[in-house]
């Protein structure tokens, strides 16, 4: 697990103090974290565009009984 200075752009693998050795910021990124939660994100909206199309897959059905219904 590596991290990345938000400041300088460090790269490092372990930071002892929390601190970038670089420039000393601590605004440091944990990239493995970053990599997964840009993942998470992709399906999340992955899976919202497609509950968005079932549910207007829905209201068209619902729609089409109610002119061709009674
Ligand atoms: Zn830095």
């Given at each position: 697990m590596g991290f990345q200075c938000a400041e300088c752009g460090y790269k490092g693998k372990q930071s002892s103090q929390g601190?970038?050795?670089?420039?000393?910021?601590?605004?440091?990124?944990l990239k493995s974290n970053l990599d997964s939660e840009r993942e998470n994100s992709d399906k999340r909206r992955r899976l919202k565009s497609i509950a968005l199309v079932l549910l207007w897959l829905y209201l068209a059905f619902l729609i089409s009984q109610k002119i061709y219904g009674s």
């Open positions: 601190a970038c050795p670089a420039c000393g910021s601590f605004k440091l990124a």
